[in-house]
């Protein structure tokens, strides 16, 4: 576990101090380097997250901004939550305060921290499985993604799957909505226009080979790093929704937008097992109703703002293009026959198949 703390921390936000926003207070976190440790400590967590007069605190890593709707959404389970289960609080770290993705996985596992918002491409790394889910075209839209990944005939084994290995639970999904490709120097229209770019991905097999059949190489790296990897021009591209486009501004320094729509991404609220077989049955009720209600209010956010990302990014001299869908469609099509290969991995994507027609 050390070592997660010892590896380097990313700028939690680009301008100003990153913040915690915990439910009735904001904790200032004095450097953007400061480990996850001392963040946790430094708003009154600590290794117990047992507060004063028995008071319970969940603490919730999320690598957004408070822009963003996944921020709101959890704002608001957090409020369900403290007025439906006597002295539980939700404490939100937005913007990477607690580390990337991959990290908080680890610090969700060790029980450090309760729950996190992690991407479909994390838990690839942890259970095949969840591929299945991640490739391109298996979600026709994002009511279909949220019918699927809230169907518990079909995930019912698969969010439950990580429990034995790494005490994690995942309770539900959050849309990442279509995914595109932007990029520094220009638009693109064809795989062939992407000819030698630095895209950067999430960090697992898969995406590496999303980018290669985009046309470019890979280049794996932390959410919070690209801003400046573009900036630098580590990275000549990256792929992501409008909403992180804009809310993590990557449109300052990559303002050529491109509808590749590759695939629709999926998030996941995961929680330490412990943490959540401590909930009475009468909290755990409380707790699923204020999930389902903040993935319900989230998707409607998220057509709210995707609008707006468009319109401001636009703003600031973004441009949005239209591709050649043929050839993308083309150049992505071997990735589901080549990833989604055992039967476990087939019979979910055929139930989310299914459930398109
Ligand atoms: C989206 C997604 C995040 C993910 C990010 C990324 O913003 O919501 O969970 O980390 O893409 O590309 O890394």
Known sequence: MTEIFERRRHEATKDGKPTVRTHGRTCLVATASVAATLVLASCGGGAESTGPAGERSLRLALNQSEEHPSFTALDHFGDHLRENIDGVNLDIYPNETLGGQAEVLQLVASGAVDMAVVSGAQLENLNKDFIAFNVPRVFDDIDHQMDVVHDPQITGELYTSLEEDHDLT???????????????????????????????????????????????????????????????????????????????????????????????????????????????????????????????????????????????????????????????????????????????QRELHNAAREAAE
Do not use: C, K
């Open 170 to 344: 995942v309770v539900g999904g959050f849309t990442q909505g279509a995914r595109s490709v932007y990029t520094a120097d220009g638009p693109v229209q064809t795989p062939d226009d992407l000819a030698g770019a630095n895209i950067r991905v999430q960090e697992s097999p898969l995406n590496v080979a999303i980018a290669e059949a985009l046309g470019g190489s890979a280049a794996p790296m932390v959410y919070g790093e690209l801003y400046t990897g573009l900036q630098a021009g580590v990275v000549d591209a990256a792929e992501n929704n409008e909403v992180s486009y804009f809310t993590q501004r990557h449109y300052e320094v990559a303002p050529y937008w491109s509808y590749t729509e590759h695939l629709i991404g999926l998030d996941y609220l995961i929680i330490n097992s412990d943490a959540l077989a401590g909930l009475s049955d009468e909290q755990r009720a409380a707790f699923d109703e204020g999930w389902t209600a903040a993935y319900e209010e989230h998707a409607v956010l998220w057509a709210e703002a995707t609008e707006e990302a468009i319109t401001g990014a636009e703003a600031d001299g973004a441009e949005f293009h239209q591709v050649d869908e043929a050839s993308f469609a083309e150049a992505l099509d071997g990735l589901v026959e080549e990833f989604v290969v055992t039967d476990t």
